[in-house]
């Protein structure tokens, strides 16, 4: 009797036939032991290393084209590959936080292994407008505070919400997911769940550091699928990290899902998609561009029936600071809020460098910031957009040869520009300056008092890196 069950099983394992950089071809002898796309196989190199791939398409003669998850050196053609007969899953439990994780769920942290009697699929079979009979939240919005002047005021943060930190290389996308992360989780008490992919592993290194300083490491989940490992690990990263964040929602927990970087995410699917030989769209990138970016953010969402949330913040590298790159246009059209970091901010040294006349904000909106905060606000970025058009006139003529109106608009323009800037608790190290958080309130009441013509005869230097006006 056992040797009929060594023979069965045996029967059902295949054997590597072609190895490709990450991706490993594996025959089976009979049809119906081909594993179902998405499953994982299991093989072993010539030192005895458990290697798994991931099943991403059938070829003819029944053999199934694999990506792998580890580095394929040292696979030996014909060497058993073992189905699972399951698709990657991790342990979902309390036990997470404090800990970094890779995309098996296995610790990269030096620690034990994750102790859970859950675990979680990380890739979704279905998405619909019901998941497990749960339905969409159409509750009272609720505002989280960031004490970041610029955002609070121009872009807020809702709960529930998507929003994008766009921007080219050392812009800062890092720095100010970073003090985001800082004061929402010491003021919102919330979750927080950091998905790092594809970014450098000195970036990593640099968060871990930066949580446990600042005593917010508990409150956190990391994990990780960085830019030295396969484009399969970089693209399962952000389902990793999204799977974790739906375990905690569905504990009634507010969850914030921090992503660095989103980018990484749509190119590691165009690279999965050149190697198992797609043809790509007209723009370069991979034909299952949209499906991909939507399959991941359709699982960003609120329900009622759970009374959780997850609220998302994500890097989006802008590559060449092109914004109308297809991955980026692609990943921009599922968010709700959109900050655009500009490179002429950072040589003019404003901090943080988002451009307020190139981003947007569907949160901004009276209904849901309340009449006052909306009207100061527009008049705000009128009198942004004005400067902008004024500026290039003065580069030509000079600032004396301005209308004394425009020439008060100018400089009152200057000062709300150097009052929006903010020194950051995470960058105290580099800037000398002591970060702080301020409120919404005193944020409005100050811009409101700049545009009055109250602080019309202070110098606009004054009003350059300052937590509140008092200063």
Do not use: W
């Amino acid at each position: 009797m056992k040797k009929v069950k060594n023979e069965n099983k045996e029967g059902k394992a295949g054997k590597v036939v072609s190895v490709q950089g990450p991706v490993v071809d594996v025959s089976f002898t009979e049809a119906e032991h081909v594993p179902p796309i998405l499953d994982i196989i299991e093989v072993k190199n010539i030192h005895g290393e458990k290697i798994v791939l991931e099943v991403a398409e059938h070829l003819p003669g029944n053999i199934a084209r694999c990506i792998s998850i580890h580095s394929t050196l040292n696979i030996q053609r014909n060497a058993q590959a073992v189905p699972q007969n399951k698709s990657i899953h991790i342990p979902v439990d309390d036990n997470l936080y404090g800990r970094i994780i890779n995309i098996l769920g296995e610790p990269i942290d030096q620690k034990p292994p994750v102790e859970s009697f859950e675990k979680k699929a990380i890739r979704q079979d279905r998405l619909g407008s019901r998941i497990s009979g749960e339905r969409k939240s159409a509750e009272k919005i609720e505002i989280m505070e960031t004490g970041i002047k610029m955002i609070d005021f121009l872009f807020p943060l809702v709960r529930g919400s998507k929003t994008g930190i766009l921007g080219g290389a050392g812009l800062g996308k890092t720095v100010l997911t970073l003090e985001i992360i800082y004061h929402i989780v010491k003021q919102h008490q919330g979750s927080c769940v950091f998905a790092g992919v594809g970014e450098r592993i000195r970036e990593g290194n640099e968060l871990y550091h930066e949580l446990r300083e600042q005593n917010i490491f508990d409150k956190t989940i990391l994990t990780f699928g960085q830019m030295d490992e396969p484009p399969g690990v970089r693209f399962s990263a952000a389902m990793t990290g999204i799977s974790v964040a739906e375990y905690l929602r569905r504990k009634n927990l507010d969850v914030l899902l921090f992503v660095d970087n989103i980018f990484r995410f749509v190119q590691a699917g165009a690279e999965i998609s050149t190697l198992l030989g797609r043809v790509p769209s007209e723009t370069g990138y991979q034909p299952t561009l949209v499906s991909e970016v939507s399959e991941f953010h359709e699982r960003i969402r609120t329900f009622q029936d759970s009374g959780g949330s997850i609220t998302s913040i994500e890097a989006v590298y802008v590559p060449a600071d092109d914004l109308t790159d297809p991955a980026v246009v692609t990943i921009f059209s599922f968010l709700d809020s959109l900050m655009v970091l500009s490179r002429e901010r950072v040589q003019m040294g404003l901090y943080p460098a988002i451009d307020p006349l190139l981003s947007s904000c569907a949160n901004l909106d009276p209904d849901i910031v309340g009449n006052h905060h909306f009207d100061v606000s527009q008049q705000v970025l009128h009198c942004l957009q004005r400067y902008e058009e004024l500026k290039r006139i003065v580069l030509v003529v000079g600032i004396d040869e301005l209308s004394a109106a425009d020439r008060t608009l100018y400089e009152r323009a200057r000062k709300i520009q150097n009052f929006l800037t903010q020194p950051f608790v995470v960058a105290e190290a580099y800037t000398g300056k002591k970060g702080g958080h301020v409120s919404l309130t005193d944020t409005i009441k100050s811009c409101e008092s700049i545009l009055s013509g109250r602080y019309d005869k202070v110098s606009e230097e004054k009003f350059y890196m300052i937590t509140e006006i008092e200063e």
